[in-house]
């Protein structure tokens, strides 16, 4: 990167000082670099940011969102490079723009010893094979933290998460004297996990160890085929969320050829979450499992949609799908609006919700919830949730940026629904409620103040792109933009210089203007 020299940095200080209050609006340059900045910032690309910033001193004229957005990117500079000469200069271009260099990270907690007590041994008579046989042959995982690092999902958005956290923490380290307390955090996990908090890879690894506990300790009180079934399932699935883990892996292996024994060839059953308890049913399809409670005409009609518009939707996008999903994908079909909301806390308006966790890059878990109360469920609400996981598979090491998520599945529903889009652009367009198109290709999140006009710019604009050169076409697109930055990726996709020169061109194509 350019050299940020001493007498550079004062005269960005001059610049972008808290006392240097700009008269007008900055320069569009100036906007849109730091609308993408903070875009490299969320995508852990620091020094891009900070490139893209310091062409623009000349022009950011005290701007303080400019100046907040650079001392963010040098803060987060210092924590990756490795140069020292580099570190020392961005310090003190951070010190110049009154920041502190970030604190250091804290040493990781050491592993506890942690002891398997309190196992039963095989019931009489029951030909399984030793469950973690010896005290200590299941490895300790250490200690949970008290404060979660980011791992599998978004941060938390209540304010409880983290004492949530916490409690799940503190009950897991206690389970270590007290084993009967190990179904009880591995509750607190699960109830975390379906809060969509952010669990670390310590505190997954904790809820993994616990589950496969609890299994152990219900396979040796000789269930019953169903019941080992579940067990099953759940094995599966402790495995799934700590695949790093060798040990958990080497005797959760073991405890898995017990439980599949036992089940006596019963396909795995998963039971319903615990925010679904209740009289649930389930059907399963090749690449689904469709939960429902009642009578079972809707569940079957989505069963079916779900195979065919996955079949569809992977070819129109990418090719055709690479075998079956593995772990299926989980429909829930909520009754109402009140227990659509329960579960996924979402407005009493809301028709659908997509969850997928990754972990390594693999999909370890898929979840889509609806409502039977919806009368387009089958046209709109499936299937773009469903393109929001098929998304997941498309884009495995980096998730596709918001406006073109939310485009992608929108595009997926009706021609009625995709109609009602085109036409909110004009009266958005009317009322100021459009950003530039490079605001909205950077924004990392959707802006709350302009929720209605994001969605429709980020719809139409997708729209537009498709229906230039076709979908796949636009998901090479969005790959390059993640490898190479946008205004690369338009040039090479569409020959289109940047976003400033792709503005006028999809107002003129979708506003006649």
């Not at 997928?356 to 409502?371: C, F, K, M, Q, Y």
Request: net charge neutral; with cysteine; aromatic share 6%.
């Amino acid at each position: 990167m350019p050299r940020f020299s001493p007498a550079r940095a004062v005269l960005a200080a001059a610049l972008l000082c808290p006392f240097a209050v700009a008269q007008q609006p900055p320069p569009r340059s100036v906007i849109e670099a730091v609308a993408v900045a903070k875009a490299r910032l969320a995508e852990g690309r620091p020094t891009d940011a900070v490139q893209l910033l310091e062409r623009q001193l000349a022009a950011a004229d005290g701007d303080a969102d400019f100046r907040d957005t650079l001392r963010a990117a040098y803060a987060a500079q210092v924590k990756q490079l490795t140069d020292p000469t580099a570190v020392d200069t961005a310090r003190k271009n951070l010190a110049l723009l009154g920041g502190a260099p970030p604190a250091a990270e804290p040493p990781p907690l050491p592993a506890v010893p942690l002891p398997v007590t309190g196992m039963l041994p095989p019931p009489s008579g029951a030909e399984l094979p030793p469950l973690f046989p010896a005290a200590g042959s299941l490895p300790p995982p250490v200690a949970a933290p008290a404060a979660p690092k980011p791992v599998v999902q978004a941060a938390a958005s209540d304010t409880g998460g983290i004492d949530l956290l916490k409690q799940a923490s503190a009950v897991f380290n206690l389970a270590r004297t007290e084993p009967a307390k190990f179904a009880q955090a591995r509750d607190l996990f699960a109830l975390a996990f379906n809060r969509k908090l952010s669990l670390s890879a310590e505190q997954l690894t904790a809820w993994a160890y616990c589950r496969l506990k609890v299994a152990t300790d219900t396979l040796n009180r000789n269930p019953d085929a169903p019941t080992a079934a579940e067990l099953v399932a759940e094995i599966e699935d402790a495995l799934a969320i700590a695949p790093d883990h060798a040990g958990l892996q080497n005797a959760g292996k073991d405890l898995l050829a017990a439980a599949r024994k036992r089940a006596g060839g019963l396909p795995p059953m998963r039971p319903v979450p615990p925010a679904l308890a209740g009289d649930w049913q389930h059907l399963d399809t090749d690449n689904f499992r469709v939960k429902y409670q009642g009578k079972a005409g809707v569940a079957q009609a989505v069963a079916r949609a779900a195979e065919e518009k996955r079949r569809t939707l992977f070819a129109e996008w990418s090719a055709a799908p690479d075998g079956k999903w593995q772990p299926k994908c989980e429909i829930v079909i909520h009754p109402d609006a009140a227990s659509f909301t329960r579960a996924t806390r979402l407005p009493a308006d809301g028709t659908g919700r997509a969850d997928v966790t990754l972990t390594n890059g693999e999909p370890v878990a898929r979840r889509i919830d609806l409502r039977s109360d919806d009368a387009t469920v089958v046209d709109d609400a499936l299937p773009r949730e469903l393109t929001h996981v098929i998304l997941a598979d498309l884009f495995p090491s980096q998730a596709p940026p918001k406006w073109a998520a939310l485009g992608m599945a929108v595009l997926a529903e009706s021609p009625e629904q995709l109609g009602r889009y085109r036409r909110t652009v004009a009266r958005c367009d009317r009322d100021n409620e459009l950003q530039p198109v490079g605001a909205v290709m950077a924004a990392t999140d959707i802006p709350a103040k302009s929720v209605t006009g994001f969605a429709v710019e980020s719809v139409s604009l997708v729209d537009f792109l498709v229906r230039w050169k076709g979908k796949k076409h636009f998901v090479g697109f969005v790959r390059d933009a993640q490898r190479y930055g946008y205004e690369s990726a338009l040039k090479r996709q569409y020959s289109v210089a940047d976003s400033r020169e792709l503005e006028p061109l999809w107002r003129k194509n979708v506003l006649g203007k």
